[in-house]
């Protein structure tokens, strides 16, 4: 009996000893090649190239915002702010906001200097599957003042056109756009 409870508490100190190992090299390459989206906030690889391909972070492609535009100094932020009216009916459709290129941002400072103005943002604007003669959107211009006068611009066919401005009050500026493509918000005097 004394041996097998020699044996018995033998083979328990023995079963309890810690074991240490060194890190494999397999488990730093699987560690080293985890998917660099989740790195730079994306659920999926396929939302980091729809969000590559506007030309967007992983916060601005999640919120539907343009933050910064290349080329446009002290950019507000621009994000759509409710609900579109297509042809005068509310809708559930969305418009699908992108960066556009600096030249397009260079251009729309130009269009802003011309007006006696400055460019708060220019932003692309699209409307998948929309079929529409005037779409009334609310644009959530953050930091936009109460009471700030704005002017809108749209590139259309690669000319600016003027784009009318139903209202501007504090942080949104609503306009009735005929087209998809970029719209520049021209703060003026």
Request: hydrophobic share 50%.
């Amino acid at each position: 009996m004394k041996k097998f409870i020699a044996l018995l508490t033998a083979s328990m100190l023995f079963a309890s000893m810690t074991v240490s190992a060194s890190e494999s090299v397999t488990a730093r390459a699987v560690v080293a090649s985890a998917p660099s989206y989740t790195e730079d906030g994306f659920n999926n690889s396929s939302d980091q190239q729809a969000a590559e391909d506007r030309g967007m972070s992983a916060g601005e492609y999640y919120n539907n915002v343009v933050v910064s535009t290349p080329g446009v100094t002290n950019a507000m932020p621009v994000g759509q702010g409710g609900k579109i009216l297509v042809n005068g009916v509310p809708t559930n459709l969305t418009a699908i906001l992108s960066k556009v290129a600096k030249a397009t941002a260079d251009a729309a400072n130009a269009q802003a200097a011309a007006l006696g103005g400055t460019l708060l943002n220019v932003v692309k604007v699209d409307f998948p599957g929309a079929n529409y003669n005037v779409a009334t959107i609310n644009f959530y211009v953050k930091g936009l003042a109460d009471g700030a006068k704005v002017a809108a611009k749209q590139l259309v066919a690669g000319v600016w056109t003027d784009v009318e401005v139903v209202e501007a009050r504090a942080d949104h500026v609503v306009l009735n756009l005929k087209n998809a493509g970029p719209v520049a918000f021209v703060a003026l005097p």
